[in-house]
């Protein structure tokens, strides 16, 4: 059997994923008009301090708050077959919901888009938004579904044999994203 050895690299550290999270809340400002009529929903658990993060800048830049919430995936996930059992997640909404407004779905990283497609259906389960929008710190490729993210921190083309491992400051003690390499030996 092969001796397997991980490799990891840094593709972003803390500045570097806090200037990408400012140019992305600046896009969605422009994008959507200013910050009025949209709500951030994380997808948990980096994608929830993401959202958070991104709430605090577009309060920075237009001086007002930006609602924010999450949204509980793992009963919409099409992997639950084959996995064991995890425990389940928490929805918040904000207080005003997400009737009519733009959501905007964040997440760490983007691969293969069933992740953002079971956030889609745990989302009409609960309300009806005007629009919907996808932000990522990190698109990797490999898109099993059609699916692309509005707002990119960073397109990172991958192999399979490698992992995109993002590390947050709130979980993790440190901001990076590590591109992470197995090699046989």
């Known amino acids: 059997m092969p001796d397997v050895q991980n490799q990891a690299r840094a593709v972003l550290e803390g500045p570097d994923i806090h200037r990408a999270l400012t140019r992305i809340a600046h896009e969605i400002l422009e994008r ?11 997808i948990p658990t980096r994608g929830a301090t993401l959202a958070r993060r991104l709430a605090e800048r577009i309060a920075q830049f ?6 924010v919430g999450t949204i509980d995936i793992t009963m919409y996930r099409d992997d639950l077959r084959l996995r064991p059992a995890r425990p389940l997640g928490r929805t918040d909404l904000p207080p005003d919901g997400i009737d009519g407004r733009t959501v905007v779905l964040v997440d760490d990283v983007l691969f293969s888009g069933r992740t953002v497609r079971a956030a889609l259906d745990a989302l009409n389960d609960v309300g009806r938004p005007r629009a919907v929008q996808l932000a990522t710190l990190v698109d990797r490729g490999h898109r099993e579904l059609p699916i692309r993210a509005d707002y990119v921190g960073k397109n990172l083309p991958t192999s399979m044999a490698e992992k995109v491992k993002v590390y947050l400051e709130e979980t993790d003690g440190r901001d990076a994203v590590l591109l992470i390499k197995e090699e046989a030996r």
Not at 32 to 42: D, E, H, P, R, Y
Not at 62 to 67: A, I, L, N, Q, S
């Open 62 to 67: 237009e001086g007002m708050k930006v609602p």
């Open 32 to 42: 959507t008009k200013g910050a009025q009529s949209v709500v951030l929903l994380g």
